[in-house]
């Protein structure tokens, strides 16, 4: 059978890996042909006997694919096949990363940055089209084709709150902001929110290593300033108190033994300054939170229709019941929406369509609680291997997924899935992929002695 040579199989995967990451942020369509495209090559490269002495070295290999095969299991006793069969489509690049990057017979630490790299390119290109894209449209006097808040009666409640605000914050910020890569604002704030954890990282060796100021470190430090911008004008709630986690405890890690307290906790207060004045400044963000304050103070009255959080409380207490209902093998692959919707209709709540918006939960609810553990695990585990060795970049990225994790299905969407699937996968078996590395080398033949 054909192979491919090691030298155009590593050129291979890097560049459909970096394309894969390229073209997440902007279309579905294209990924999702890239990502065929990835098992083709993982297919042509052989190797098989070294694939299966790799995968036999690394368990986690197999634990996580082992919770895609979970998703097949629940196929069996689902009764909407049909969905089922779409839910194993959407999650399998929950397969095809661990088995691809897990078992590649390649080099991978050569990859990784590159493919880091693609997608922060592929995210500030999204970030000025949606921008360029908002400012035109205000411009024409286009109407905004989405809420700027979520629901017809809250983008009431927006614009009457807000009578003196100027019409353009309607097109620069939450969805219509995204509208021309068409994108959920939570999701391409995680990916900012990573792009920012990564460029700091960089810029964190740049500066232990001690090198001077040149054009590349300024080009991040802009990335680094444009993104934070951006990712306020995106307007989400759990982004934004994330991104003030990370301004609070990467300074923190990062210097804490470098800056006298007195510094330390002056750099600190003035990042929080300037956020404060961020969230003050900007209309949206503003009437996001207070919405969700004043929801919690004074329920939901008729000048204050339900914000996000308030039917997220009603839909995660819909979810307690389901969980209930099936603790331990869930509903089936396919059914978990058709639960939800029998559970809206008999509590008479106008939530149809609307998932568990909990990861976590929707796993419960669709597989059983043991599922839910095991999904905890592949946080828990590996973020306790990357607090040992201090691997900042890849314990960042799990709690970054997992806080997004608590308000957001995450792995219900395809820019969900790909982006756990991709950089878990990329991240975990860069660094502890490494005792597989001697398998890597081709063994040399014994020399033949001469009688």
Not at 151 to 159: I, S
Not at 196 to 215: C, G, I, N, P
Not at 339 to 350: G, I, W
Request: aromatic share 14%; glycine share 6%; proline share 3%.
């Amino acid at each position: 059978m054909y192979q491919l040579s090691p030298i155009n199989v590593k050129r291979f995967y890097t560049v459909t890996l970096c394309l894969i990451a390229f073209t997440l942020p902007l279309s579905v369509s294209y990924n999702s042909m890239l990502l065929i495209v990835l098992a083709l090559v993982w297919i042509a490269e052989g190797r098989w006997g070294r694939k299966w002495e790799i995968a036999r070295s690394n368990r986690w290999v197999f634990l996580f694919s082992f919770f895609f095969i979970w998703h097949v299991a629940g196929l069996a006793y689902s009764q909407d096949i049909a969905e089922g069969l779409h839910e194993l489509e959407k999650k399998a690049s929950l397969l095809l990363f661990p088995l691809v990057l897990g078992t590649a017979t390649i080099q991978r630490r050569g990859i990784t940055i590159k493919v880091i790299w693609s997608f922060v390119a592929a995210n500030f290109l999204a970030a000025v089209a949606c921008l360029v894209g908002g400012l035109y449209r205000y411009s024409k006097g286009i109407p905004p084709s989405s809420s700027v808040y979520g629901g017809h009666d809250a983008t009431l409640a927006f614009r009457k709150a807000h009578t003196q605000t100027s019409a353009i914050w309607e097109y620069i910020t939450y969805t219509e902001l995204t509208t021309p890569v068409k994108i959920h604002p939570t999701y391409f704030s995680l990916y900012i929110l990573f792009s920012l954890v990564f460029l700091f990282y960089t810029l964190l060796k740049s500066y232990r290593a001690q090198e001077k100021m040149d054009w590349k470190k300024g080009g991040m430090v802009f990335l680094l300033l444009f993104f934070s911008g951006f990712l306020f004008l995106l307007s989400s709630r759990i982004a934004i108190v994330m991104y003030v986690l990370c301004l609070i405890s990467m300074p923190v890690a990062v210097f804490y033994k470098r800056l006298n307290k007195v510094k330390l906790i002056a750099l600190i207060a003035s990042l929080i300054l300037v956020t404060s004045i961020l969230v003050a400044q900007i209309p949206v963000v503003q009437h996001r939170f207070l919405s969700d304050l004043k929801m919690f103070t004074e329920g939901t009255v008729a000048d204050n229709p339900g914000t996000g959080m308030y039917q997220r409380l009603n839909i995660w207490r819909t979810s307690v019941t389901l969980i209930k209902a099936e603790p331990l093998t869930g509903v089936g692959t396919g059914d978990a929406q058709l639960a939800f919707d029998a559970e809206y209709a008999r509590l008479c709540l106008e939530l149809c369509g609307l998932n568990a918006h909990n990861q976590f939960l929707q796993t419960a609810i669709t597989l059983g609680l043991p599922a839910m553990l095991l999904l905890l695990l592949f946080f828990i585990v590996p973020f306790r291997f990357a607090l040992r060795d201090r691997d900042i970049l890849y314990a960042y990225f799990l709690l970054l997924v997992f806080t997004a994790s608590l308000t957001e299905a995450m792995l219900q969407r395809h820019k969900g899935i790909v982006f756990y699937a991709l950089f878990n996968a990329l991240l975990f078996f860069y660094k502890y992929g490494s005792k597989t590395e001697e398998l890597l080398e081709e063994k040399p033949e014994p020399k033949k002695e001469l009688h």
